[in-house]
């Protein structure tokens, strides 16, 4: 995908939002569809550079990779409450009896994007623990990456990481949901 430039910027502007842009949608993009869907995750990811490119990155504070997750997880908390209500009927519609092929076809799809114990324990989980599991499980992000992204300590991400693996283990029927994060 290709940002047009504003031709009343500097090029070396252009240049360096570009390289920015280049280096990091894809990561971001995929984020924020596993976070929602990929039609949201169009939409959200072009925000996330839209911020970038009007300067709203401030280097001092770190590198632009947590930075643009960071973004990108506030953008994603915009649309909680609909995610939330997404996980809950995903859930509902695993637990659908399979016996009609309609409720079979819907348990499929659901089945495909997150098993429905797993979408409701997350559900379950507050703002917080669930942004720290969801950027360390799907943005791949280390304690350090996680605590820029958020503005936390790192201590912070660890213990709410803690906390939510010990509520989905419970959950899931003690199983461990998430592999060792990248601390």
């Known amino acids: 995908m290709a940002v047009p430039p504003d031709l009343t910027d500097p090029p070396d502007l252009r240049a360096g ?9 894809a990561e ?13 995750a169009d939409d959200l990811a072009a925000e996330v550079f839209l911020a970038a ?6 280097a001092s504070r770190g590198g632009v990779r947590p930075w643009l997750y960071g973004v990108a997880t506030n953008l ?11 996980w809950k009927a995903l859930s509902r519609a695993a637990e659908r009896d399979e016996h009609d092929p309609q409720d079979a ?13 797993l979408a409701e ?4 989980l507050n703002r917080g623990d669930r942004d720290v599991v969801l950027l360390s499980a799907l943005g791949e ?3 350090a990456e996680v605590a820029a992204a958020l503005r936390i300590p790192q201590g ?4 709410r990481l803690n906390r939510a693996r010990k509520k989905l283990r419970t959950a899931l029927g003690e199983v461990n949901p998430l592999k060792e994060s990248h601390g």
């Open 17 to 25: 939002f570009e390289q920015i842009f280049n280096a990091h949608f």
């Open 141 to 143: 992000l280390s304690h």
């Open 76 to 86: 994603v908390a915009r649309h909680r409450r609909a995610e939330i209500r997404r």
């Open 105 to 117: 076809a819907l348990s499929r799809v659901a089945a495909g994007e997150v098993t429905g114990r």
């Open 156 to 159: 912070t991400v660890a213990s």
């Open 53 to 58: 490119y009007r300067g709203g990155y401030d």
């Open 28 to 40: 971001i993009h995929r984020y924020i569809a596993r976070r929602l869907s990929d039609d949201a």
């Open 121 to 124: 324990a997350l559900a379950g």
